[in-house]
Every structure is written in structure tokens, then in C-alpha cells.
């Protein structure tokens, strides 16, 4: 009698201990969520850190992830294949220079306002970031990185040619002057790098020249070009002679973006660059030795101050069959917790969100975040409209026809603008 009943005991827990071990798994036909997020920018090199990220989120929700890191330069060509055949990912980072309202525009994205009205955070976003985002009065995503752009700059360098590295330059004809003395082409040391590929980030580089030289891309409103000016011709002119004329810039400036130039100056090869906050890790990480030589100030101007905003949002695809999942995610992932071991590990990029600016040591305590978030709040963001990516790639070709010497600065200026109309629909 006692042993039946010790049969039976001892049958009831591995029966219970059966059925625990069954519900973790998940039954039949009540499969475990999996979520696909596709990854891009300059974070996608922290790879340790999203392998973190991602598994303690799978942890905490009981969500796979399957996740890609996919590099900038072939990023956009991949979402827009994945989204025209309708298999994109459930989640995806959009640049935001303007990916957001162009993936809106086509339907492919899902409105996040009701989303973002419940979620308690939403008033730590900087609010400049959400006209980047934005389309026909909806918010399509949640900003999670940003930057400004800035003057990176070698210490080494600077010192090596006589130069003060606590003096950086101000103007555009201090530029140039310090641009000439760190050059040397024997060596293979440039003074400042112009970023000339056909990317994004070439559009950027000249939008810093053309507002520092006091003028702008498009009219209010975004109905036409606004650069075929004296000032936009100053400013192409200038960027582009940087190469031709004063040839600070490398032979391959035409294939070079930042990115290229941020590991020579890494190396002590190239003493001056645009850069941002993105730059710190992996500056760092392309050369250890560079740790505490170099810095960041305002990028020289000619007649104001200028810098122009960027940074990345994750967006849900409207066809994703996980909304909830993909939320919790994009949520999860701009945390305050997230961000603060995000920043206290790698030290950069910005946080979109404005408390773990101003509470993270990091970010207090170092004299080049005090020149970032300074600027922050006054640059300039691309006009988030649906034609933006046509409106950086004729800009993008402008700049690239005057380096070729396929064109004068004065003749490309005008193609670039005529393309820039024809794509708002102006001509």
C-alpha cells in the first residue's frame, strides 16, 4: 500500500516535471514567436554588443530574433528588394535622412502614433528627431541613434606640422591653410578628407559647406532647389577644390567616403574629416593608439555655424504579422537601460533619448560629448519628404561630375539643381 502510493507520488512530479519542461518549449500549433530585424549604420560593427542586446531581449520576452547586421553602402538597395517583393524584415533601421517618409510614401511602413501615445518615453526623444520620422502627419518610426556632424581631427597630425591641436580650424581659409601644412603626398599624409563616392554621405558633406557658406538646399516648403546661388556655388566650389586645387584630399577622393578617411586617421594618415559621435568606437577600435589623440569641434564655415543632424529609427513593416513583437523590440532596444549600457561600453553613438544625455558620466563628463550635444539642438535635418533619396543622389552626381572635371563647378550646379527639380516636380 505505501509503495503504490510512492509509485504515484513520485509518477505525479515527473508527470509535472514533464509538462514544465513541454510548456517551455511550446506546443504544437502555439509556436514560439521569432522575429526578423535587419540592422544597418555604422552600430552594425558592434557586434558583440547586439549579440548581447538581442539575447537578453529573447530572455526577458520569450521572442527568437533572427538578426542581420548589413553594411550601409548595400543596406537601402537590400530593404527596398525585400519590401517591392513583400518579404521584408518585421523590424528594420531607416537612416534619418528622409528613409522613413520614402518607405511611408509606398505603404510599406506601419503608423506607430497610438504606439508611441501609450508608451511612457516617448517625451525623452529629442523632438527635432521626429519631423525626420514623420509622413503626412503620421510618426512611422522610433529614432534610435542620432549624431551631428562635426570636424574630426588628428592630434598627432597637428602637432606633427607645427600646429596646435587646441586651436582647430574656424574658417574655411584656416582649413586650407592647416589642410596644406599636414599634406604630403610622398609620405601618403593628407590634410583633410573629401568624401567624393556616390553615398549619402558625400550629400551630407556638401550640405555642411553649403550652410556654412550661408545657404540652402531647398526652398521653403521643399518645392524647389534653393542651392543654385552664389552661395551654393561657393560652397561646391570650395568643397570640390579641396581636391583639385589645394589637393589635401587622397588620389581616390572619388571613391572615399568618411568612413575611409576615419581608419587613415586612425592611422596618421589623414589629419582632418568630417566625423560624429559614430566615430568615437570605432576610431578607437580601428587603432587603440589614437585614444586621447583626437577630438571634434565645429566644422569650419565660411559666413555661419553649421552642422546637419542624422542618426537611424527602427520601423515595422506594415506586412509583419508580429506588430506587438516587433513594438516590444523597437522599445526595448531605446530603453534608458539599454542605452545606458550601450553608451558605458562602446561611447557612442548619441543616444536619441535626451535623459541618458544628460545623466549618462560618459557623455557628462567628456569635453568632446559637451561639444556634441551643444550643437545638437541647432542642426540642420534633411527634408523629410518622400522625394529625398532622388534629391541626394543628384547631389550626390553634382559633386561627383566637378570632381571628374566632367563638369565645372558652375555647370554642375545647375544640372544638380535642374534633377532636384524634376524630382519635387518643379519643372
Given at each position: 500500500m505505501?509503495?503504490?502510493?510512492?509509485?504515484?507520488?513520485?509518477?505525479?512530479?515527473?508527470?509535472?516535471?514533464?509538462?514544465?519542461?513541454?510548456?517551455?518549449?511550446g506546443s504544437p500549433g502555439i509556436a514560439k514567436e521569432k522575429l526578423t530585424v535587419w540592422i544597418g549604420g555604422h552600430v552594425v560593427e558592434e557586434e558583440a554588443?547586439?549579440?548581447?542586446?538581442?539575447?537578453d531581449f529573447e530572455a526577458k520576452y520569450n521572442i527568437d530574433?533572427?538578426?542581420?547586421?548589413?553594411?550601409?553602402?548595400?543596406?537601402?538597395?537590400?530593404?527596398?528588394?525585400?519590401?517591392?517583393?513583400?518579404?521584408?524584415?518585421d523590424v528594420c533601421f531607416a537612416d534619418l535622412g528622409g528613409w522613413a517618409p520614402v518607405f511611408a510614401s509606398h505603404g510599406w511602413l506601419e503608423p506607430l502614433d497610438d504606439r508611441l501615445d501609450a508608451w511612457p518615453d516617448t517625451n525623452q526623444i529629442w523632438e527635432n528627431l521626429w519631423a525626420t520620422v514623420s509622413y503626412k502627419g503620421k510618426r512611422y518610426g522610433l529614432p534610435w541613434f542620432t549624431d551631428d556632424r562635426l570636424l574630426l581631427y588628428n592630434h598627432n597630425m597637428f602637432r606633427d606640422a607645427g600646429l596646435d591641436p587646441d586651436n582647430p580650424p574656424v574658417k574655411w581659409h584656416d582649413l586650407?591653410?592647416?589642410?596644406?601644412?599636414?599634406?604630403?603626398?610622398?609620405?601618403g599624409l593628407y590634410g583633410y578628407g573629401v568624401s567624393g563616392a556616390m553615398s549619402e554621405i558625400t550629400t551630407l558633406a556638401y550640405m555642411i559647406f553649403l550652410y556654412?557658406?550661408?545657404?540652402?538646399?531647398?526652398?521653403?516648403?521643399?518645392?524647389s532647389a534653393a542651392f543654385n546661388t552664389p552661395e551654393g556655388l561657393e560652397a561646391l566650389r570650395f568643397y570640390t577644390d579641396l581636391f583639385l586645387k589645394y589637393k589635401v584630399s587622397p588620389p581616390a577622393t572619388i571613391?572615399?567616403?568618411?568612413?575611409?578617411?576615419?581608419?587613415?586617421?586612425?592611422?596618421?594618415?589623414v589629419a582632418m574629416a568630417i566625423g560624429g559621435p559614430w566615430s568615437i568606437p570605432l576610431i578607437e577600435a580601428a587603432n587603440p593608439a589614437i585614444k586621447g589623440n583626437y577630438g571634434f569641434a565645429l566644422h569650419p564655415y565660411l559666413k555661419q555655424e553649421a552642422s546637419v543632424l542624422g542618426g537611424w529609427a527602427t520601423v515595422i513593416a506594415k506586412e509583419s504579422r508580429r506588430k506587438d513583437a516587433a513594438w516590444k523590440f523597437m522599445s526595448y532596444?531605446?530603453?534608458?537601460?539599454?542605452?545606458?549600457?550601450?553608451?558605458?561600453?562602446?561611447?557612442?553613438?548619441m543616444p536619441t533619448r535626451k535623459d541618458v544625455c544628460l545623466e549618462s558620466p560618459v557623455l557628462t563628463q567628456d569635453p568632446r560629448w559637451k561639444m556634441i550635444i551643444d550643437v545638437f539642438p541647432t542642426a540642420h535635418v534633411r527634408a523629410p519628404i518622400a522625394e529625398w533619396t532622388k534629391i541626394s543622389y543628384a547631389i550626390q552626381s553634382m559633386v561627383q561630375k566637378v570632381l571628374s572635371k566632367k563638369m565645372s563647378a558652375a555647370e554642375a550646379?545647375?544640372?544638380g539643381a535642374s534633377e532636384v527639380d524634376t524630382a519635387l516636380g518643379a519643372k
Amino acid at each position: 500500500m505505501f509503495k503504490n502510493k510512492v509509485i504515484k507520488a513520485g509518477t505525479i512530479v515527473t508527470v509535472m516535471l514533464l509538462l514544465a519542461a513541454f510548456l517551455s518549449m511550446g506546443s504544437p500549433g502555439i509556436a514560439k514567436e521569432k522575429l526578423t530585424v535587419w540592422i544597418g549604420g555604422h552600430v552594425v560593427e558592434e557586434e558583440a554588443g547586439w549579440k548581447k542586446i538581442v539575447g537578453d531581449f529573447e530572455a526577458k520576452y520569450n521572442i527568437d530574433v533572427e538578426y542581420q547586421l548589413i553594411g550601409f553602402e548595400v543596406y537601402y538597395s537590400k530593404l527596398i528588394v525585400a519590401f517591392e517583393a513583400g518579404e521584408p524584415p518585421d523590424v528594420c533601421f531607416a537612416d534619418l535622412g528622409g528613409w522613413a517618409p520614402v518607405f511611408a510614401s509606398h505603404g510599406w511602413l506601419e503608423p506607430l502614433d497610438d504606439r508611441l501615445d501609450a508608451w511612457p518615453d516617448t517625451n525623452q526623444i529629442w523632438e527635432n528627431l521626429w519631423a525626420t520620422v514623420s509622413y503626412k502627419g503620421k510618426r512611422y518610426g522610433l529614432p534610435w541613434f542620432t549624431d551631428d556632424r562635426l570636424l574630426l581631427y588628428n592630434h598627432n597630425m597637428f602637432r606633427d606640422a607645427g600646429l596646435d591641436p587646441d586651436n582647430p580650424p574656424v574658417k574655411w581659409h584656416d582649413l586650407v591653410g592647416d589642410a596644406v601644412l599636414m599634406t604630403d603626398p610622398v609620405k601618403g599624409l593628407y590634410g583633410y578628407g573629401v568624401s567624393g563616392a556616390m553615398s549619402e554621405i558625400t550629400t551630407l558633406a556638401y550640405m555642411i559647406f553649403l550652410y556654412g557658406a550661408g545657404g540652402e538646399v531647398l526652398t521653403p516648403g521643399y518645392k524647389s532647389a534653393a542651392f543654385n546661388t552664389p552661395e551654393g556655388l561657393e560652397a561646391l566650389r570650395f568643397y570640390t577644390d579641396l581636391f583639385l586645387k589645394y589637393k589635401v584630399s587622397p588620389p581616390a577622393t572619388i571613391s572615399y567616403t568618411e568612413d575611409d578617411y576615419r581608419t587613415m586617421m586612425a592611422q596618421n594618415r589623414v589629419a582632418m574629416a568630417i566625423g560624429g559621435p559614430w566615430s568615437i568606437p570605432l576610431i578607437e577600435a580601428a587603432n587603440p593608439a589614437i585614444k586621447g589623440n583626437y577630438g571634434f569641434a565645429l566644422h569650419p564655415y565660411l559666413k555661419q555655424e553649421a552642422s546637419v543632424l542624422g542618426g537611424w529609427a527602427t520601423v515595422i513593416a506594415k506586412e509583419s504579422r508580429r506588430k506587438d513583437a516587433a513594438w516590444k523590440f523597437m522599445s526595448y532596444l531605446t530603453g534608458k537601460d539599454v542605452w545606458m549600457w550601450w553608451i558605458d561600453k562602446y561611447h557612442g553613438p548619441m543616444p536619441t533619448r535626451k535623459d541618458v544625455c544628460l545623466e549618462s558620466p560618459v557623455l557628462t563628463q567628456d569635453p568632446r560629448w559637451k561639444m556634441i550635444i551643444d550643437v545638437f539642438p541647432t542642426a540642420h535635418v534633411r527634408a523629410p519628404i518622400a522625394e529625398w533619396t532622388k534629391i541626394s543622389y543628384a547631389i550626390q552626381s553634382m559633386v561627383q561630375k566637378v570632381l571628374s572635371k566632367k563638369m565645372s563647378a558652375a555647370e554642375a550646379l545647375i544640372w544638380g539643381a535642374s534633377e532636384v527639380d524634376t524630382a519635387l516636380g518643379a519643372k
